[in-house]
């Protein structure tokens, strides 16, 4: 195979046209590294080209410790040649290694492209990941594959069976579920089904099991880690998950009690604690282990997006539980109400250090009283326990406990309209939290109503170009290490402000170029993916995937701070040290700001806004 039709096969070469590649592949090198020989060596010479291991293998080592391997087709020294900084790790050859030596000013046009770039940030992030793993010690139980612990084939039913035997059959077969198999693909039955599709609404015991079952059944692949596998139940509220083979055939079904074991600090036994609380302060006892269960999940080397899910799921949970003790207290609520987490908290991206964003939406009866006070009295309640289960106040005053953020439904919606007639800067600072928006509980649909408001603010070019400000008013740091931009003074002085120097700027881009899209995601990541499918000026997939990238990279430097804190029992904050990150981390952090300022100055250019 010639040098073209090699590098053609892998990252980040593949991204690249023929006339380019054949290009590139006639400015390689080849060199020849014996067993034991060090190609790089950590603190030495900066790399001078792009490194593609042909034949063999070579070691990542730190310090004489193993971090990983890499085989055919994977590249090395594109942090060293694009920084020009000594190796951060050495390189040596595990055994006799053929290399294409690709020169810098190759090089460094791909690795600068948007392709490129995405690589880097990518690679970077997998490299940090082996490096905590190789450092983790003793087994962790939550890097176990779920296929280990797959006890016994699937049991089946017919779909014709009916309910009452089907659930004999579970009986006798001591399992929680049945997998019904039909043309259309798998469904599930589970004893949760029973109980509540059955026994409490009194259905006919007769009835054919597939009209209380579940279609399509979720299934999870037997290569998944347990971690990840509760964590995956957790935020899509289910209890069983079949247990897929290679070729999509089920083997077996792992339920969250075969999880459990992994950890005290699980999303099921926070969320179990919570909804067993009888009263205000066992909620807020029950959230106060939210710390402990974040640096669990960060330990485990959990997805980092992941993580802000479960503390806005965790978050949602006490807010149901206090809701419902509010109401006992109360009494039955005057109309149909609506309770929306906001900002952040809608977004399912909180971390450690967040406070409270929310909103509550209601429909009054014509000729009724004042259904204002019943909900002031509400939101009272439940701001105060989220208080004191460590979720502070928000310091602008959006929550619910505000009028401004408690009103009819329709009110909202003549609001939204106002905002996007009339911009102006509060209207901007609004739009960053109440265009963010989630129902958590109440029996109002409000977020069809009020997605649809969003979706006209598309036809609003005032409001577009100001919602592109907001945008671009952040600007995440201009260099690193000799030039890092970071707090001058204050108790942060020197320090980087992780969150609004770089995680909120991608969120303010995502949600802008969504909403210019018409589209009513609210996560950063959904949003970007959905910008790139718009009708009109679709986003270019490359950016999408560069700030997806950046943004994964950020998260995961944040949340390892703040549970560094929390271990060192410190308040987490958002503020990073520099010198307190490895050599990967503050190379990945340069990448990432490159990213972003690329891409501001991308929607700079589309709206015609010059760069401050």
């Known amino acids: 195979m010639d040098i073209a039709g090699f590098l053609r096969r892998y990252p980040p ?96 046009p791909l690795l600068g492209s948007e392709a490129g770039v995405s690589f880097v940030i990518g690679s970077m992030r997998r490299r940090i ?76 015991p007769s009835i054919p099991v597939v009209e209380i079952a579940t279609f399509p059944v979720r299934t999870i692949d037997r290569d998944t880690l347990a971690g990840a596998a509760l964590l995956g139940m957790f935020a899509d509220g289910i209890h069983h998950y079949p247990v897929t083979e290679p070729g999509g055939r089920i083997v077996g079904v792992v339920t969250d009690t075969d999880l459990m074991g992994i950890g005290r600090h699980t999303p099921f036994a926070a969320r179990s604690a919570i909804e067993r609380a009888r009263n205000p302060q066992e909620v807020a006892a029950a959230g106060r282990e939210l710390p402990a269960l974040v640096t669990a999940m960060v330990e485990a080397r959990t997805d980092p997006i992941d993580v802000g899910r479960v503390v806005a799921l965790v978050v949602d949970a006490m807010t149901v539980r206090l809701l419902h003790l509010a109401i006992e207290r109360q009494g039955d609520p005057p109309c149909a109400w609506a309770w929306l987490a906001l900002g952040s908290a809608a977004r399912h991206e909180q971390a450690l250090h967040t406070d409270q964003d929310h909103a509550l939406a209601f429909d009054p009866i014509p000729g009724q009283p004042d259904a204002d006070p019943y909900f002031a009295e509400l939101a009272e309640f439940v701001t105060a326990g989220l208080e004191a289960a460590g979720i502070p106040r928000c310091t602008g005053d959006a929550m619910a406990t505000h009028p401004t953020l408690r009103r009819p439904i329709d009110e909202f919606v003549v609001h939204f309209a106002d905002w996007m007639d009339h911009p102006n800067p509060k209207a901007t600072v609004l739009s960053s939290i109440e265009y963010d928006f989630r129902q958590v509980a109440g029996p109002l649909d409000a977020e069809p109503t009020l997605d649809d408001a969003v979706r006209r603010a598309r036809l609003k070019p005032e409001f577009l170009r100001m919602l592109s400000r907001r945008a671009l008013d952040l600007k995440p740091p201009t260099g690193f290490v000799r030039d890092l931009v970071v707090e001058a003074k204050g108790e942060h002085a020197g320090r980087l402000d992780i969150k609004h120097g770089g995680i909120t700027i991608v969120t303010n881009l995502a949600r802008t170029w969504a909403i210019r899209a018409g589209a009513t995601q609210k996560g950063t990541l959904a949003r970007l993916d959905a910008a790139t499918h718009a009708a009109q000026d679709p986003l270019d997939t490359d950016v999408a995937r560069e700030l997806s990238e950046a943004f994964h990279f950020l998260w995961e430097i944040r949340l390892r701070h703040q549970a560094e804190q929390v271990a060192a029992g410190q308040a987490p904050d958002d503020y990073v040290d520099p010198a307190s990150l490895g050599p990967f981390s503050r190379s990945g952090l340069k990448e990432a700001f490159r990213v972003i300022t690329r891409a501001q100055r991308l929607l700079a250019s589309e709206e015609g806004i010059r760069p401050s």
Not at 63 to 92: C, H, K, N, W
Not at 137 to 160: H, I, Q
Not at 164 to 185: F, K, N
Request: aromatic share 4%; net charge negative.
């Open 13 to 108: 070469f593949d991204e690249l046209d023929e006339d380019g590649l054949a290009r590139l592949a006639r400015s390689v090198e080849i060199e020849h590294f014996p067993a034991d020989s060090v190609i790089l060596q950590q603190g030495g010479d900066p790399a001078q080209a792009l490194y593609v291991v042909r034949k063999g293998a070579v070691e990542l080592l730190d310090d004489g410790m193993l971090l990983d391997q890499l085989v055919e087709g994977e590249v090395f020294g594109q942090f060293s040649l694009l920084a020009d900084e000594t190796p951060t790790l050495t390189v040596r050859a595990q055994e006799d290694t053929l290399c294409y030596l690709v020169p810098p000013e190759t090089a460094d």
């Open 129 to 204: 990941t082996s490096a905590a793993e190789s450092s983790a010690g003793a087994a962790d139980p939550r890097l176990t594959p779920v296929g280990s612990l797959v006890r016994r084939e699937p049991v089946t039913a017919n779909p014709t069976m009916p309910v009452a035997e089907a659930a004999a059959r579970m009986a006798d077969e001591r399992v929680s579920s049945l997998l019904i198999p039909t043309p259309d693909g798998w469904g599930i039955v589970t004893d949760r089904d029973l109980r509540t599709r059955l026994v409490a609404a009194s259905a006919d």
